[in-house]
């Protein structure tokens, strides 16, 4: 699954085979879902052909969220296809996809990457909401990217505990690898952590029984 900032523009690609030749098929249907359930189609003569058998149709991201699609051919060759891609917004405090990309200098066009990118962005950006008060200031900005720089270069990072939050995209996380720099960066925007009385504490010094002494 693709994953695109609301602004972007996701390229759907499509090839047709027969008897695993690439092959122009008589129609194309192409079926497009957004995720408030609008239906949009388009026809062989809105997408474009690439060479025999290939296709692909830009799609604007315009409408947070999961969107789905299916190619569907008839005459020569019959065969559909379906696909997702995700939008997140753009008008947060927090990293963005095209961000994310241009800090670690991904070329414009090369989008192979962008879903396992797209795993360590939010996965870094749950990360931040939780441990700082503020997400607006820069350091604190660079802090977010530099985690998921150091994620991507190392590819340590967190684990999945194998749930989800209701809206089905937060995840259970565990096995951080955060690095001192991030920590450095975001330190005086740190949220306190919440703490509690250890087991076995004493309780309070008023109520402590007066020492008795024996001989």
Not at 102 to 129: K, P, Q, S, V, Y
Not at 148 to 159: F, L
Not at 193 to 198: E, L, N, V, Y
Request: charged letters at 20%.
């Amino acid at each position: 699954m693709s994953i695109y900032d609301v602004g972007d523009v996701a390229t759907l690609d499509f090839t047709v085979e027969l008897d695993e030749v690439l092959t122009d098929p008589t129609t194309i249907t192409l079926t497009i879902t957004d995720p408030d359930g609008g239906v949009t189609t388009k026809s062989l003569a809105d997408v474009t052909r690439v060479s025999a058998g290939v296709y692909t149709y830009d799609q604007p991201v315009t409408i947070v969220g999961d969107w789905r699609y299916t190619w569907l051919t008839t005459g020569t060759v019959a065969t559909a296809e379906s696909g997702t891609f995700t939008a997140l917004p753009t008008d947060t405090d927090q990293v963005t996809l095209s961000l994310a990309r241009r800090h670690l200098n991904f070329d414009d066009d090369e989008h192979t990457d962008d879903a396992e990118l797209g795993f360590f962005l939010i996965a870094a950006n749950e990360w931040m909401a939780a441990a700082v008060t503020d997400l607006t200031p820069a350091p604190v900005l660079l802090g977010t990217l530099e985690l998921i720089r150091h994620w991507w270069e190392t590819q340590r990072g967190p684990g999945f505990d194998g749930t989800l939050s209701d809206d089905g995209t937060g995840l259970g996380l565990r096995g951080f690898a955060i690095p001192n720099r991030v920590r450095e960066l975001i330190s005086p925007w740190a949220a306190p952590a919440a703490t509690g009385a250890p087991l076995g504490s004493f309780p309070d010094a008023p109520r402590w029984p007066d020492a008795v002494w024996t001989c």
